[in-house]
C-alpha cells in the first residue's frame, strides 16, 4: 500500500522561503506523476506544480519562477521549494502520487497535507 509523508509546513514571513518533502512508500510503478496541490480556505484544491518519473515539470501560473519542484528517485520522494512567498500562497499543501496510467495501472493518492502560513 503507498503511503505519502509530507513534511514541512510552517508559518513564514512575505517574501521569505520554505521547502516542503513529500517520501513515498511502497511500490511505485512506471509511468507515474507526483507533485504539489495546494488548497486555500473556501477554495477547491488547485495543482501548484508536478513532476513525472522522467523529470517533466509543470507548473501553475502563479508559481511560475517563484517555486521549483524536484525529485529524488532512489528515496521517491519530492521536493517543493517555495521562494519569494505571498500571502495567497497560505493553504494547505497536499503531495500526490498518480499511478493511473502504470503499468500496471494503479491508484491515485494523497498524503494528509501541511499547512503553509504566509504571513506578517
Known amino acids: 500500500q503507498v503511503q505519502l509523508v509530507e513534511s514541512g509546513g510552517g508559518l513564514v514571513q512575505p517574501g521569505g522561503s520554505l521547502r516542503l518533502s513529500c517520501a513515498a512508500t511502497?511500490?511505485?510503478?512506471?509511468?507515474?506523476?507526483m507533485g504539489w496541490y495546494r488548497q486555500a480556505p473556501g477554495e477547491q484544491r488547485q495543482l501548484a506544480a508536478t513532476?513525472?518519473?522522467?523529470?517533466?515539470?509543470n507548473y501553475a501560473e502563479s508559481v511560475k519562477g517563484r517555486f521549483t519542484i524536484s525529485r529524488a528517485n532512489a528515496q521517491n520522494t519530492i521536493y517543493l521549494q517555495m521562494n519569494s512567498l505571498k500571502p495567497e500562497d497560505t493553504a494547505v499543501y497536499y503531495c500526490?502520487?498518480?499511478?493511473?496510467?502504470?503499468?500496471?495501472?494503479?491508484?491515485?493518492?494523497w498524503g494528509k497535507g501541511t499547512l503553509v502560513t504566509v504571513s506578517s
Open positions: 513532476i513525472t518519473g522522467y523529470g517533466v515539470t
Open positions: 500526490n502520487l498518480d499511478m493511473r496510467t502504470s503499468l500496471p495501472p494503479k491508484g491515485n493518492y
Open positions: 511502497g511500490t511505485i510503478y512506471r509511468p507515474y506523476v
